[in-house]
């Protein structure tokens, strides 16, 4: 790039450079319109229906039935429109995480300017604290760490350098990068800028997230599967009753309005409304049990799922570096604990070891030797500095010792900074006249310095035993535990230190530290396992860690595939691969992305975990996302589904059951309400076919359909899960919302109220009562039919006394209103010059109420038959 180092850009050339390559900021795509998802609402199949329906019944003159039908219509726009997912934020999230103020270099002066303006070629200065604002070539460099997960994945700060590295160096490990959007943890430097905008790491991810496809969810490909079914049935239903009609000689207006009636019956205007309502109790649940879902059909989509991929670092682990073991005077300690809080003991052998001698002594340089801080803020402890000497720290203090305290008793003197040449840290500590010298850094690095190693007693030396220090290192290592070596030596003099200084030391001890499972983790995988879902882990970490993680927290993984190792991967092995290996480390953001859409290609439900942008475009592509609140980032969370509020695994357990209640409780709605809208179409078919008047017209159709879903059908949305939910399998995506032994339910009480309302409709009218008070017997039969049938619908296999007779009171709220609005349709002048209906008496009602017995007693056989174990 034609720039030079000292001087940058002109002013002239940068104003060029802009122009050619935009400014530096993400591409934000629109989102779909609001009139474009109301207009989606009303394209559905069963809705274009209904409005046919109404306009030729408006066409007609029957503008009451009209007026109904599109007031039925609207109500379920607006519910559907409320329910749309929100539009992508995404793209605005990552555009907003580059835009911050820069130092650069232009005409050989610093000046700051917007990190929009960056233009490939300027020269950005770098400090503690920055966020990089475009991709950078690092040209210098003193000390400089970035926190790159949010890209990599990696739990630890990136020790940079500027040398050059092969062209096929894979993300994680281009060291002499700075990424747009990750942040400058320690050191300072300066860097290149060699991409800005849509054509940074970033942005790359950024047209990966916006690529990924809508995906519907199972809750919505079967509903529409559903829909169609029901629009084909209906449409023929109702045009052969027309014909039928016409052959028999009924006039062309009657037998529309006998078909509308047809249609209207069938029709569940109430499922809709009740699939929203039920989703959104889902979620309420979900809240509570700290999910928070961003788009509501995510809801079910949870009870269906077969694979959860999960992100490592901050997902399955506490993303806090932890002192595990100590080794130290040839003895091994073993400490507890969790993240930065320094609540723990320290343990030799099961039993409580004595904070005397070599242990105290490693604990010590391990907490004078060291740069971070540890604080507590509203009951949180936070750390400051680099996550490994926070964990020293943390150590320290679970073995009594205050690094505060320390630092006052033995003030530092000098020091050698960490570099990623020596990989090593030593400080000078003590007095003037006496001083020690502390150090920590890499074994491979300290080890060859140490002469000897420090004895139990923490006074003597003894031999250094080299073979047992490395057999402790490689039992450590294959933990995936990082190491630091410990060691000291007395200085003469703190004046002049060199790394020649660093010599003839005293080997202090071992310590191995990880970021340690979250505690909930491994019961949640094992309940997850028990409920036939398969957790993956796929991280941007080293395989070495990933696989010892894994296996801790329950995942049996025999190997972990690398990222370079998928890159060589047809699609066809990538499937293969996907399917049969559980962890994979060191992937990257194309690669997350890939193995979620092999994973979906076999036939899987995947959840997919994240906290980082380079999660996001696996994030969206998943059948549900799930971002982590407290350590996510907001393109992860707006590109998430569902997003955890205390970022545990285990929350993700919690919610996939609710999710199968969810199911459960949409499944109960729709054999609930199915055959009401069947015994409807039959009572019209069946009028037709015998020349019979209408028993129910079209508005009372209406009036039943829409008063007992929301007061009857609704509270099953209520229902408490059922026990031993999460021991069943995960549906099957071809398994449809009925089975058999359902539909056989549904036609048995379709029948019963054809039955039951045709003929006791036909039966007053022998009577000699009137046609109103007739038709007012046969709406209110289907009316306590399905009050009666409710109960049954509250356990699908089981009968309802076992769900608690008072375990949802929604049930009986819903009854009684549903009974007193019964009373005032039958009873009030207005609404019978409204509804043609008229007043009956009380031998009608002991008739309706002894079919409506009946027929749940019948049920309920039905029910015990079917689901008789052999």
């Known amino acids: 790039m034609d720039v030079d180092g000292t001087q940058g850009l002109s002013e002239a050339e940068a104003a060029d450079r802009l122009t050619r390559h935009g400014p530096n900021r993400l591409t934000e795509r629109p989102g779909k319109p609001a009139w474009q998802r109301f207009a989606a609402q009303l394209g559905q ?6 409005l046919a329906a109404g306009v030729i019944t408006a066409a007609l003159g029957e503008t009451v039935d009209a007026s109904v039908i599109f007031g039925v219509v609207l109500v379920n726009a607006l519910i559907g429109y409320w329910q749309e997912a929100k539009a992508e934020g995404a793209l605005a999230a990552l555009a907003r995480s580059v835009t911050t103020p820069v130092i650069v270099r ?8 917007d990190a929009s303006k960056l233009v490939p070629g300027d020269i950005v200065m770098l400090a503690a604290g920055d966020r990089i604002p475009a991709d950078l070539r690092l040209l210098q460099q003193h000390e400089l760490h970035t926190d790159d997960s949010m890209l990599t994945g990696e739990s630890q700060p990136i020790n940079k350098h500027i040398q050059a590295l092969p062209a096929d160096t894979v993300l994680a490990e281009r060291t002499n990068m700075a990424w747009a959007g990750s942040t400058v943890v320690m050191g300072q430097g300066c860097g290149l800028v060699v991409a800005t905008g849509d054509a940074t790491e970033t942005g790359r991810i950024a047209g990966l997230i916006a690529a990924a496809p809508d995906l519907v969810t199972p809750l919505t490909r079967k509903m529409a599967r ?11 239903l109702a045009g052969l009753t027309f014909a039928v009609g016409l052959a028999r000689g009924e006039t062309g207006f009657d037998m529309f309005m006998a078909a509308v009636a047809l249609a209207v019956g069938a029709i569940p205007e109430g499922l809709p409304a009740a699939v929203t309502v039920t989703l959104a109790i889902g979620v309420a649940r979900m809240a509570r049990r700290r999910a928070i879902i961003r788009h509501l059909p995510a809801v079910e989509t949870l009870g269906s799922t077969t694979v959860i991929c999960s992100d490592k670092t901050g997902t399955l682990t506490e993303n806090a570096m932890t002192v595990r073991v100590l080794w130290c005077g040839g003895k091994g300690y073993a400490l507890s604990g969790q993240g930065y809080a320094p609540t723990g003991d320290i343990r030799h052998d099961e039993m409580p070891a004595a904070m005397t001698g070599a242990i105290r002594e490693c604990l010590i340089t391990g907490a004078l030797c060291n740069d971070a801080s540890l604080r507590q803020e509203h009951g949180r402890w936070l750390i400051t500095g680099d996550p490994t000497e926070a964990a020293l720290l943390v150590a320290a203090r679970k073995g009594g010792e205050d690094e505060h305290a320390l630092r006052l008793a033995h003030p530092r003197r000098n020091e050698l900074p960490f570099d990623a040449s020596r990989q090593y840290m030593a400080t ?33 030396r003894q031999p250094l035993d080299t073979a047992a220090v490395e057999r402790a290192a490689q039992a450590y290592a294959e933990q995936g535990m990082r190491l630091l070596l410990i060691a000291r030596r007395a200085l003469a003099t703190a004046d002049e230190l060199s790394d020649a200084s660093v010599a003839g030391l005293t080997l202090v001890g071992l310590v191995g530290m990880i970021d340690p499972p979250r505690k909930a983790v491994i019961g949640a995988i094992r309940n997850c396992h028990s409920a036939g879902i398969r957790v993956k882990m796929i991280t941007g970490d080293h395989a070495v860690t990933a696989l010892a993680i894994a296996r801790q927290i329950g995942i049996d993984a025999g190997r972990a595939l690398t990222g370079r190792e998928l890159a060589v991967l047809d699609d066809a092995a990538l499937a293969e691969a996907a399917h049969a290996t559980d962890v994979f480390a060191r992937v990257e953001p194309e690669q997350k992305l890939r193995l979620v859409r092999a994973l979906q290609d076999r036939g899987e439900v995947v959840a997919m975990t994240g906290d980082g942008v380079n999660d996001g475009p696996a994030l969206k592509q998943a059948d549900i996302g799930v971002a982590m609140g407290l350590a996510g980032t907001e393109v ?28 459960d409780n949409l499944v109960k709605f729709i054999t609930w309400t199915l055959p009401t809208n069947f015994g409807e ?51 099957r995506l071809d398994q449809p919302v009925l089975d058999a032994a359902l539909i056989r339910r549904i036609v048995l009480v379709s029948l019963l109220l054809l039955t039951g309302a ?42 309802f006394w076992k769900q608690g007779l008072f375990s949802n009171p929604w049930i009986w709220a819903g009854i009684g209103t549903m009974v007193a609005l019964q009373m005032a349709l039958t009873y009030l002048p207005f609404m ?39």
């Open 45 to 50: 199949p069963l809705v274009l229906v209904l």
């Open 226 to 236: 559903f829909s169609s079914w029901l629009l084909w049935a209906i449409t023929a």
């Open 758 to 799: 045709f003929g006791l409709f036909l039966y007053e009218l022998e009577q000699g009562h009137t046609l109103a008070e007739a038709r007012t017997v046969a709406v209110n039969v289907f009316v306590m039919v399905e009050a009666a049938y409710l109960f049954n619908c509250r356990s699908l296999t089981q009968g």
């Open 681 to 731: 179409g039959l009572v019209i078919v069946v009028a037709i076919l015998f020349g019979a008047t209408l028993p129910i017209t079209p508005l009372q159709i209406l009036w039943i359909n829409m008063t007992t879903a929301v007061l009857l059908g609704l509270p099953l949305a209520f229902e408490p899960i059922e026990r031993g939910i999460m021991r069943r399998p995960p549906r």
């Open 106 to 113: 232009r005409d050989g002066h610093r000046r700051q300017l």
């Open 428 to 460: 000078a500590n003590g007095g003037d006249t006496e001083c020690v010298l502390h150090v920590k850094g890499a074994l491979e690095k300290l080890l060859p310095r140490c002469v000897d190693q420090l004895a139990t007693d923490g006074s003597s």
């Open 832 to 870: 019978n010059a409204l509804f043609q209906t008229a007043p009956i008496g009380m031998e009608e009602w002991l008739k309706i109420l002894a079919i409506a017995i009946v027929s749940s007693l019948l049920i309920g056989l039905e029910k015990a038959i079917t689901t008789r174990k052999p």
């Open 636 to 663: 992860a969370k707006e590109a998430a589904a569902m997003v955890l509020t205390d970022d545990n695994f285990a929350s993700i357990e919690a919610a996939v059951e609710e999710g199968r209640g969810v199911w």
